[in-house]
């Protein structure tokens, strides 16, 4: 996109603000649906500034235009913004954010603009409580867009599928029973599901609506003797309806979602996520109707995988790891022989690699192949218009980091390797193994079953902490099973609120990431996917059950980056423990030379 479009559509953005008598307008990354990856019909905040990031606020009024966004992404959307006339507007603690902003320099009388589709019930209460005290009125029910984005793409019409029966444990029917008990609990006559990756999980179906994750839009709405899918229907085959209908879930179109909850009256009360549906689905609905405000009972349960789903997900990472002995042994060679290799080369050979795996479906996010400066930027992403070859002068060192998953019907995979290309220095390995000190700490932890997820980043963070070092992202998400790579309700993050939903159960799957960024120079982060387990062999003691992980990414940690001076016995034990589990889960899946390269990589230090 040119500079210039961008400064024509906020042109007309302008105009239609004045023409609507507004003062300014909030535009999100979001949809009715509250995703992370989003539809191009709903990627407003990407048509207007030309920020990819898929985090970010834009705020216009008369004469200011800003985008909000976190310090992964501070470099990125500094170059993106540059020469359109948006102000990169850094968040950070102790920084005013967008809300803080506009009462700040809006006058009282003033109005703020935003959709009511894309804007959640708990962020509306937070724009309402700053600006009521600025006598400042939000509007929710114009779509100011409308008028000016004349091209804008079509929703997504991709048929629905169902979940290979072979890797479902649990039947559509029995997830909905479950639900149920949770609205009984909280004594909800109904229930509103608008979260993507809940819709999916409790009917066992999969789409492809949004990239990356296999979704599909919808709404569900759940009573005690019903439950009704809202989606387009042309998207759903007749066997497909059958099935449905034999678990106890019927059909409606998918903007019938509003006059559905418009029915309900004052003697029900209804459960939802303030965070995960938005306002204009709620527009339609009767004064009066009371609401039970807390998480899904469904992200709960989904966040806790059955044993055998467990299971299909051990299986999905070893073929993960296959495909990437495959990949990293072709890569090697090919750079070995002279080929110059960029960023670009990294995805596309991923992709290919791990698409000869049974049961594969697609990426599952967007590979992050940063080398030296650009992976110093955590969510970097190569573009044709914009990527580095993989060149060091004779002599001369630096660092790959590689971010990539995917999506297998038997699971879903998330991992993060870093590769020395040329002659690495000191400080590379000085940095990379005190990465690696901080991804152990956390892989050995035992902590109290049921702890809030929040509370145990710290234990990551200690070794770097103990460096005077530390990284802006969280340490770890949790991970959904052929679902969203990015799933709740756990998140292995300081900064985040610690409330019960958090809690750490068995079988819950999550992320551990730390990393390091030297801004301008290059970026380490070591990921790899761990299972809350029950201790193998506990004390008998008054302290209650302890749980700690297990690691099931099967792939070497490049033992030419360590500086083994500077780890303890303990952890060049894990180690070595680590990659001799690597080689005995892989070394009869690969041949050739994905096998030398994998006996090679996990060797004992």
């Known amino acids: 996109m040119s500079k210039q479009a961008i400064h024509d559509r906020i042109d007309s953005l302008r105009q239609a603000l004045v023409k609507q008598d507004l003062s300014a307008i909030i535009v999100p990354s979001a949809d009715p649906h509250l995703s992370e990856y989003l539809p191009e019909y709903w990627q407003a905040r990407l048509w207007l500034s030309g920020f990819t990031g898929s985090v970010g606020t834009l705020v216009v009024t008369a004469d200011f235009a800003g985008l909000w966004t976190d310090s992964r992404y501070w470099v990125h959307a500094a170059d993106q913004l540059a020469d359109t006339g948006i102000t990169l507007e850094k968040l950070a603690p102790k920084q005013p954010n967008h809300i803080d902003w506009l009462s700040e320099h809006l006058s009282e009388g003033d109005s703020v603009a935003i959709d009511g589709n894309v804007l959640s019930i708990a962020e509306q209460d937070r724009l309402l409580d700053a600006f009521e005290a600025h006598d400042i009125t939000l509007i929710t029910d114009r779509d100011v867009l409308t008028d000016i984005w004349a091209d804008r793409p079509a929703l997504p019409t991709a048929k629905l599928y169902e979940h290979d029966e072979q890797f479902v444990s649990q039947s559509a029917a029995d997830k909905l029973a479950a639900v149920r008990s949770g609205m009984q609990e909280v004594g ?66 998918y903007d019938a979602v509003q006059q559905a909850l418009s029915e309900l009256t004052v003697d029900d009360l209804l459960l939802l996520d303030p965070n995960k549906v938005a306002v204009g689905t709620l527009s339609q609905m009767v004064d009066g109707v009371g609401f039970i405000e807390q998480i899904a009972p469904s992200t709960l349960l989904k966040s806790v995988k059955s044993d055998a789903d467990v299971d299909h997900v051990r299986e999905a990472m070893r073929q993960d790891g296959a495909a990437l002995c495959e990949f990293f042994s072709a890569f090697e060679e090919r750079l070995a022989s002279g080929e110059r290799l960029s960023e670009l080369d990294v995805d596309s050979m991923l992709i290919d690699a791990r698409s000869q795996q049974p049961h594969y479906v697609s990426p599952s996010f967007p590979t992050i192949a940063g080398f030296n400066d650009n992976g110093a930027l955590p969510h970097y992403r190569a573009t044709p218009e914009k990527f580095s070859y993989l060149d060091v002068n004779e002599g001369e060192g630096g660092l790959l980091l590689i971010d990539s998953g995917a999506q297998y019907q038997n699971g879903t995979t998330d991992i993060t390797r870093v590769v020395g290309i040329g002659q690495v220095t000191d400080e590379h390995k000085r940095d990379f193994t005190t990465v690696l000190k901080a991804h152990i700490a956390l892989a050995r932890a035992h902590f109290p079953d049921g702890i809030a997820s929040p509370l145990i980043d710290a234990i990551c963070r200690a070794p770097l902490w103990q460096a005077q070092m530390d990284y802006g992202h969280g340490t770890g998400h949790g991970v959904g099973y052929f679902l969203n790579v990015h799933e709740g309700p ?82 060049i034990d894990w180690l070595n423990d680590y990659h001799s589990q690597v080689y005995a889960e892989l070394n009869t899946r690969v041949e050739g030379a994905a096998l030398e390269w994998l006996t090679k990589r996990t060797q004992a230090i």
């Open 188 to 253: 909800a006559t109904h229930h509103l599901l608008s979260s993507l990756d809940d819709i999916a999980w409790l009917t066992n179906l999969r789409g492809s609506d949004v990239d990356y994750n296999p979704v599909f839009l919808s709404h569900m709405l759940i009573s005690a003797n019903e439950a009704t899918l809202f989606v387009d229907k042309q998207k759903v085959s007749s066997g497909i309806e059958k099935e449905l209908k034999d678990s106890g879930i019927t059909l409606a179109d």
């Open 490 to 571: 756990q998140v292995i993050a300081y900064s985040a609120s610690t409330p019960k939903e958090r809690a750490m159960k068995v079988n819950m799957i999550s992320s551990n990431e730390p990393g390091l960024y030297r801004e301008g120079k290059w970026g380490i982060r070591i990921e790899n996917l761990v299972i809350n387990k029950a201790v193998a062999n506990p004390n008998e003691t008054e302290f209650g059950d302890f749980l700690n992980f297990e690691t099931v990414t099967y792939c070497p940690i490049d033992t030419r980056l360590i500086e083994k001076s500077l780890l303890d016995q303990v952890e």
